[in-house]
């Protein structure tokens, strides 16, 4: 069943509340007291890009999720190249459960780590995974924010009349395909030190060709399908 792009978007918009009713009114009192004009603001994305940025002259946030991001994740073939089922699993965020509605609200809670993390000064060019942010991803789980985040999504779906996902995905082992990339996606590869940012500028057989972005801008890589995840900026 292919996600319907209408939906999507509202669903998109659903995170955009989420966000800004759970976990930024946890934290918005206390970011002020160093920050007194802080704020957030978030919008939905036509494309998958999806991202945190900051504007530092007038001290807002603002989260971007995109709505083909959202239909990406509500599919088996396509939610399995993202950086969420890679942290769902590997830290054991939702009990490592991989669903619909895990995979979009723990996209709210990354995209929300990443404004702490630059709150706290500690995104860096070129390291934007780092150990601080698993730190703060850590603990919007830890405390229960994460599951709150996920409790306020699905509510508001089901008030909305939206259907979102509960059930355990089952996911394809191994991604060969080349139909889930395309020019222009954002993408990384990699493990620790040896990470990588980069853009997709062509899709070949079985590899993508990569250009470097961050500290691997100027460079380009040839990676196999099953090495390359979809960026969650
Ligand atoms: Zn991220």
């Given amino acids: 069943?292919?996600?319907?792009?209408?939906?999507?978007?509202?669903?998109?918009?659903?995170?955009?509340?989420?966000?800004?009713?759970?976990?930024?009114?946890?934290?918005?009192?206390?970011?002020?007291?160093?920050?007194?004009?802080?704020?957030?603001?978030?919008?939905t994305g036509s494309g998958r890009a999806t991202y945190h940025r900051y504007d530092h002259r007038h001290q807002i946030h603002l989260i971007t999720y995109g709505v083909r991001m959202v239909m990406a994740k509500q599919t088996p073939e396509t939610a399995a190249s993202w950086l969420s089922t890679r942290e769902i699993r590997s830290r054991g965020y939702f009990g490592g459960e991989i669903s619909v509605l895990n995979l979009l609200a723990h996209t709210c809670t990354h995209?929300?780590?990443?404004?702490?993390?630059?709150?706290?000064?500690?995104?860096?060019?070129?390291?934007?995974?780092?150990?601080?942010?698993?730190?703060?991803?850590?603990q919007l789980n830890d405390v229960g924010l994460a599951d709150r985040t996920r409790r306020?999504?699905?509510?508001?779906?089901?008030?909305?009349?939206?259907?979102?996902?509960?059930?355990?995905m089952a996911l394809p082992c191994q991604q060969q395909q080349a139909g889930q990339w395309q020019k222009g996606d954002q993408v990384r590869f990699g493990e620790g030190r040896a990470a990588r940012e980069g853009q997709v500028i062509k899709v070949n057989r079985r590899t993508c060709t990569v250009e470097g972005t961050g500290a691997s801008r100027g460079l380009r890589f040839r990676v196999p399908f099953v090495m390359l995840e979809a960026a969650d900026a």
């Fill in 1 to 43: 069943m292919t996600p319907d792009p209408k939906a999507s978007r509202a669903i998109a918009r659903l995170m955009c509340d989420t966000t800004r009713d759970t976990l930024w009114s946890s934290y918005r009192d206390r970011l002020r007291q160093t920050r007194p004009h802080a704020d957030l603001q978030c919008r």
């Fill in 111 to 138: 995209e929300f780590a990443h404004l702490l993390q630059q709150h706290a000064g500690k995104r860096y060019h070129g390291s934007v995974h780092n150990h601080h942010f698993y730190q703060l991803l850590d």
């Fill in 152 to 168: 306020h999504l699905a509510d508001l779906a089901r008030h909305h009349g939206l259907f979102l996902d509960d059930r355990t």
